[in-house]
Structure formats: C-alpha cells, structure tokens
C-alpha cells in the first residue's frame, strides 16, 4: 500500500505534504536536482520557463497554500526567488525532503493486469542510468503543464525560411539579445505581455501579435490586487452580471481598450483565462510597442500579417502557450489531446483506479490554495475514506462539464483546464460529502429499472 508522487513542483508539494500528514507510505520523485518545478530559474530539469525579471502576476495572499502563508514581508507581487524560497520553506516546514529523492526520472507508468502500477524510473544523466521498477498502489502525476513548448501547428508558413532569432517564451531568459532589434512577440498571454513590455525598453520596434483580441487586466483594480476579486462579493454573482460588471469595471479603472491600439474583443473579460500587465499597457501608449494581429507568413526577414500589413523583423519570440504531456504515460493509457483531461474533478481518469493528477485545473488566479484540498481528496481516495462515483457516472460528469466550458470560455488549447475557482471548490466539498456517505455504504440502492442518481458536478 505505497504511493507514488511524480514531481516536487508545487503540485508534487502539496501532494506529498497531505500524504505525510496523513501517515499514508509513500515516495516522491523529481528530476531535478533541487525543489521547486518551474519556479526555481534555470532548473536543472530543463522544465523551467521562468525568465530573469519575473514576478509573480497574483498576490502573495492568493499564491498562498492553505496551511502556510507566504511572509507578510514579501511584496504583493513577489518576484520569482521568493516564491521559490517559499516552496523551500513550506518542504522544510513539514519535513518532505525526507520523502523526495532528487535527481531522478520517472520514465514509465503503467497499469499492472492484477491491480496498483508499475514506476520505472532512473538517475537523471542519461539512457545508460540505472533502471529500477517498483510497484505502487496508486500514483499521483504532478509534472505540471507549463513545460512543454507549444509552437503553432500548423506552422505559420515561411517559419523555416525566416533567418532571424526565434525562441518560444519557454527558453527567454534577459532582454540583452533583443537590443536594438526589431522584435516580433507572438501571444497575448501573460508571458507574451510581460516580455512584450521588457524587450520594447531596448528594442528599436517591438511588435505584438494577437490571433484573437484580448482583454488586459491591471493588476490592481480599486486599490486592490486584480485578483482579490476572485473572492469579493462580485465573484458569487451570476455569471450573466457579473461578466458586465467586470467589463464596466475595466473601462473605468483602465480604459477602452482603443485607446492604447488595441481592438476590441469580442468577448466579455471572463471568457478567456486573463492577461495581466500593467506596463504593457504603458508601452503600448507610449508607442513603443505596435499591436499587429496573427502572423499570415514569414520571409528571410519579415513577417505578414492577416490584415495586409508586412513589418521588417530580426528576432520572434513564440509566446504560445504550453502542450499538457506525461511523457511517461502511454498515451493510449492517459492523453490531453487539444488540452483537455478526461477528469472527473480535473483529478481522476474514471477507468483507471489508482491513478490521479495534480494541478490540471486552471483557474483564472493561482492554483496554489487548490492543491492541499485536492489533494486531501486523493488522500481519501487512498485510504478508503471516502469512494468515487461509478466511472459511468463520473463520464457523465465530465461530459456535463464539457459543455458547460464550451459556453462558457473561448474554445482554445489553452482553456482546456480552466476552472471557475469558488464553483471547483463547491464541487469538491460536495464530492467529498457524497464520497464519505458511499465510503459507509450509507448511499440507498437503486430500485431496479430506475435512472440512474445523478453524479455529483464536475468543474
């Protein structure tokens, strides 16, 4: 009765934090040499995008785990090291690193025909490393989802052709190469905007190019970090007001969008997951950085655009988001195809007992305070404390939830997971009130020839 956990990232974390405090036997493998997943600059397990200047775009307060909060001395927008020295304080704080063993791949996961899974796993330094294969009753997939480049597929025609400097967002680190250079920053996420913002300080042009427009969010909204509205009073509203109320909000904090060159989209500001920067938008009124829309094609050194316009371009930077992978999952097992999770709960596959992921539900602040209650669900899962719906009634759920995304944000690779986070949270207790009812076997049977009960919402 052993555990599995794959990655000490903040996921990894929160997962193995729970198991420990609940006595269940288990073990956490990270490839990397130290903690800390993409938060730690220049991991060596290649998975970090983090880039020299970053800051977190959530306050401390929302960034905070459930059972630790970040240092009231920290700034509301803490800068990449002090997340990382956070994640630190919170393994020592209780006692983890006794659990995780460094340095190490997992490179296969498979069901075994008798119950419980089959980790293989090795040293990292190559295929030569020795092997070492270990059954677990149940594993917990916390590998994070923003480490696998995504680049446009498919490609934008010439791309090969261009012979300029061109790097996905994954792998910016300064603003020193792109000096005096005219610079193509293809996104409009958060990545896209901040390094949009820093490289339009040193660049002679600075181009940003959008498929789709987007709504850009201030970080502090009346006084208070964006995101504290997440849980305001505007957040319990119904979705049909409170999506006006947000866009009368943003035209009176920050403006329309016109008026820093940017078109107007067409949906409302809670259809998509948010971009924030504030000094995006300075650059942009500034004139120092030129809003163009999707890339038609590339030359030796241009680049076209859908509306006509061609611009002279030295370097591109491809801020295009992220594909969800599990390299060590057969994909005919367990697959994110277009970004989406076949998860009851963005946690448990229905037909595959035992197996769960971490953090695949994306909401539009940070996903830190999620981890411990999703991961005192698995706990619970483990352990028979509580029991899932039947995998017909969990496919049923999810299918409900589809839907439901589909009406409401912008269909996207990158919308895949995201969640609404007061209605996941409502979901989960529910979940976890029903599964402890079915845990005791206090659940009615069904009379024979009735429909079948309702499953519990999925989010």
């Not at 490393?129 to 149940?138: D, K, N, S």
């Not at 030359?299 to 801020?319: L, N, P």
Request: proline share 10%; glycine share 10%.
């Amino acid at each position: 009765m052993r555990t599995c956990v794959i990655g000490a990232g903040p996921s990894g974390l929160a997962a193995s934090k729970v198991l420990a405090s609940r006595n269940v036997p288990f073990d956490c493998f990270e490839a990397g040499s130290r903690i800390g997943g993409l938060w730690r600059y220049g991991n060596d397990n290649g998975m970090s995008g983090v880039y020299a200047s970053l800051h977190a775009n959530i306050s401390k307060e929302s960034m905070s785990f459930s059972s630790l909060a970040m240092p009231g001395s920290y700034p509301v927008f803490p800068h990449h090291s002090k997340v990382l020295a956070y994640l630190e304080d919170y393994a020592a704080s209780f006692g983890l690193h006794r659990h995780i063993t460094l340095g190490t791949e997992v490179t296969s996961v498979r069901p075994l025909d008798d119950g419980g899974w089959e980790v293989v796993r090795r040293p990292r330094g190559g295929p030569d490393a020795e092997v070492t294969a270990q059954r677990y009753t149940a594993v917990l997939v916390a590998n994070g989802h923003h480490w696998a480049p995504r680049l446009p597929d498919p490609a934008v025609p010439g791309a090969e052709d261009f012979e300029g400097l061109a790097v996905h967002s994954h792998d910016y680190r300064v603003p020193d190469p792109y000096a005096g250079r005219r610079v193509l920053v293809i996104g409009m996420g958060n990545s896209a905007c901040e390094i949009a913002a820093e490289v339009s300080r040193s660049a002679a042009r600075t181009f940003l190019s959008a498929r789709r427009p987007a709504h850009v969010f201030p970080k502090m909204l009346l006084g208070r970090p964006a995101d504290h509205l997440a849980w305001s009073p505007l957040a319990g509203l119904p979705r049909f007001v409170k999506g006006p109320a947000m866009a009368l909000l943003l035209r009176l904090t920050r403006g329309a969008p016109a008026h820093y060159g940017l078109p107007r989209p067409v949906r409302g500001p809670l259809a998509a997951h948010p971009s924030t920067s504030d000094e995006l938008l300075v650059q942009l009124a500034r004139g120092a950085i030129t809003p163009k829309p999707g890339v038609s094609s590339f030359g030796r050194d241009t680049a076209a655009f859908t509306d006509g316009s061609r611009e002279a371009v030295d370097a591109v930077v491809y801020a295009t988001g992220y594909s969800i992978l599990f390299p060590f999952l057969d994909p005919a097992v367990f697959a994110a195809p277009d970004g989406r999770t076949e998860l009851f709960l963005r946690t448990v596959p229905p037909r595959l007992p035992g197996l769960y992921f971490m953090g695949l539900a994306q909401p539009a602040g940070a996903a830190f305070p999620l981890l411990e209650p999703q991961a005192d669900w698995v706990a619970d899962l483990i352990t028979g404390t509580v029991a899932p719906p039947s995998p017909q009634a969990m496919e049923r759920a999810i299918d409900r939830e589809r839907r439901r995304q589909g009406r409401t944000y912008v269909s996207s690779y990158r919308h895949g997971i995201e969640i609404d986070v007061r209605s996941y949270r409502k979901a989960l207790r529910r979940e976890l009130r029903a599964g402890r009812r079915r845990a005791r076997g206090v659940v009615p049977p069904r009379p024979a020839g009735a429909p079948p009960a309702p499953a519990a919402d999925a989010v």
